[in-house]
């Protein structure tokens, strides 16, 4: 069965600093991936998705994410965090084909200070 | 467009009741899917209906089960409740499978 590694459970950063949330999947073939964001109190929100096309995604808030197929990776960037941005992050996959579900990373806390 | 809504909102139920959860997709919207969040497993996957069939079901027990009307509205239902059902129940809809979905504000579920 497909699935989706966060690796970093809680970013702290401070203001300004650039991010890099990483995101692996396991599956092999064709794929549409997500980023997700969870601001706190409020529900789930689509940042960017992948499904076709340039790897390099740019999405909302200045969210971008860069597609690596050769290393089954989607990770999300932005160069200069706010306050604001203070989030829970998931990633999700889903196989391009077939009947199969979104499946979510267990997320990243990211919390930016001032 | 309206987005995704859920209702309740909010509900505290006892250790072997059974409660129904509602899910009302973006219009036109024909897929909905349900996913469990808690804080130790994240969002995990509990069914997939589209126009009225499930499509997926996640591995969850025979006590979690769903449906899906002809407007595409959907409830989910669980029964004979344990405290560990505690959690967020998410619903999203999409316009059709393997596109993008769009969450509601989800219903938190208490276990007493």
């Known amino acids: 069965a497909q699935s989706v590694s966060q690796h970093n459970h809680h970013v702290i950063l401070s203001e300004a600093a650039s991010l890099e949330l990483g995101c692996n999947y396991s599956?092999?073939?064709?794929?549409?991936l997500f980023w997700y964001v969870q601001y706190p109190g409020q529900h789930l929100q689509l940042l960017l998705k992948?499904?076709?096309?340039?790897?390099l995604v740019k999405g909302i808030k200045g969210f971008e994410a860069e597609f690596i197929k050769s290393k089954f990776s989607f990770n999300l960037r932005k160069p200069s965090v706010q306050w604001s941005d203070t989030a829970e992050y998931f990633c999700?996959?889903?196989?391009?084909?077939?009947?199969?579900?979104?499946?979510f990373g267990k997320g990243t806390r990211l919390s930016v200070i001032a | 467009k309206a987005g995704v809504t859920q209702t309740p909102r909010y509900l505290i139920k006892t250790r072997g009741q059974q409660v129904t959860l509602s899910c009302s997709p973006i219009?036109?919207?024909?897929?909905v899917s349900w996913y469990q969040q808690t804080p130790g497993q994240g969002l995990q996957f509990l069914f997939e209906?589209?126009?009225?069939?499930?499509?997926n079901k996640g591995n969850f027990p025979g006590r979690f089960s769903g449906r899906q009307f002809s407007n595409s509205r959907s409830e989910m239902n669980v029964s004979t409740l344990e405290l560990g059902d505690s959690a967020l129940y998410l619903c999203?809809?999409?316009?059709?499978?393997?596109?993008?979905?769009?969450f509601g504000p989800g219903t938190r579920l208490l276990v007493l």
């Open positions: 209906y589209f126009s009225e069939t499930q499509r």
């Open positions: 599956y092999g073939g064709t794929v549409n």
């Open positions: 999203a809809s999409s316009l059709h499978q393997l596109e993008t979905q769009y």
């Open positions: 999700a996959v889903n196989v391009n084909s077939g009947n199969t579900p979104l499946v």
């Open positions: 992948y499904f076709s096309g340039d790897p």
């Open positions: 219009s036109g919207h024909r897929s």
